[in-house]
């Protein structure tokens, strides 16, 4: 049982990685401060996979913390 959290974390792991990779930054850094963010307007994403991609985001890291926190109690619960 151990073995498969330990599976599906790996696998969390390396979805998570790739999906937040594949976001948009939310700034231009210091270029954009200097210009005034005026290559924002030209230089758009679609909307709508950006919040896509937030909300897998969201539910992987969920996922991963809840299987994380079960490989624990597993460990936790075989010691004794």
Known sequence: MV????????VL???LVLV????SGRSAGLSGVIAG???????RRSKGMDSFLGKVT??????????SMAIAVLYHYHKM
């Open 3 to 10: 073995l498969a959290a330990k599976i599906v974390l790996v």
């Open 37 to 43: 963010g005026s290559n924002q307007i030209s230089n």
């Open 13 to 15: 792991c390396a979805l």
């Open 58 to 67: 969201v539910v992987i890291a969920i996922l991963f913390f809840l299987i």
């Open 20 to 23: 937040i990779l594949l976001q």
